[in-house]
């Protein structure tokens, strides 16, 4: 009877630390979701880049490896195959040199699907529409956490809890 719990603690390790997989400490994919909020447009949106493509430039900019956004009550998803320079944009930029609270800011430049005659502006925290004065709305964004980080999550709170019921149960067995 003793050995099932130390059996499955010891399962429970192995499958866990074989699943986590080896990151190159030199570069990384990061992975954002961004809100867009206006008084006329609210939205949600996810980007990721190759954090290790960060040109040299005064103004140092990533190209995106992926990007969708969509407005709330729209059917239609925006890609970076929709910036209106694609292929050089949309890109990912830091914003250390600004005034943002966000450490990487995006630029992205859309027309709206429904209406051509429209366009749309995410730069950094500002978004804007082109039917409306500059600066119509602001953009948030947080960093999404990568899966293994996770999973490394869950399995350590998995442990814990499994650990924690083994005590009181010795406890309730002593008592």
Request: glycine content about 4%; hydrophobic content about 40%; proline content about 6%.
């Given at each position: ?5 130390q059996?499955a603690?010891?399962t429970?390790l192995?499958?866990g630390l074989a699943?986590l997989?080896?990151k190159s400490a030199?570069a ?10 206006s008084?006329t447009?609210k939205?949600?949106g996810?980007f990721?880049f ?6 040299n430039?005064n103004?140092?900019v ?7 956004f969509q ?7 925006y890609t ?5 320079e ?6 990912a930029f830091?914003?250390?040199s600004l ?5 990487i ?5 859309f ?5 051509p005659?429209k366009s749309?502006?995410i ?9 409306e004065?500059?600066?119509s709305g602001?953009?948030s ?15 350590i ?8 019921r083994?005590v009181?149960?010795i406890?309730?067995?002593?008592a």
């Amino acid at each position: 009877m003793k050995l099932f719990p130390q059996l499955a603690i010891a399962t429970s390790l192995i499958f866990g630390l074989a699943t986590l997989s080896t990151k190159s400490a030199s570069a990384a994919i990061v992975n954002y979701a961004f809100s867009v909020d206006s008084s006329t447009a609210k939205g949600n949106g996810l980007f990721s880049f190759d954090d290790s493509t960060f040109s040299n430039d005064n103004f140092p900019v990533a190209p995106l490896q992926s990007l969708t956004f969509q407005f709330d009550n729209d059917p239609n998803i925006y890609t970076a195959k929709d910036d209106i320079e694609y292929p050089d944009y949309p890109v990912a930029f830091t914003t250390v040199s600004l005034a943002d609270n966000a450490p990487i800011g995006l630029l992205y430049s859309f027309l709206d699907k429904v209406n051509p005659s429209k366009s749309y502006e995410i730069s950094g925290t500002s978004f804007s529409v082109s039917s409306e004065t500059l600066n119509s709305g602001t953009v948030s964004y947080r960093k999404v956490p990568e899966p293994s980080t996770l999973d490394s999550t869950l399995l350590i709170g998995s442990i814990g809890l499994f650990l924690k019921r083994k005590v009181r149960s010795i406890k309730k067995i002593k008592a």
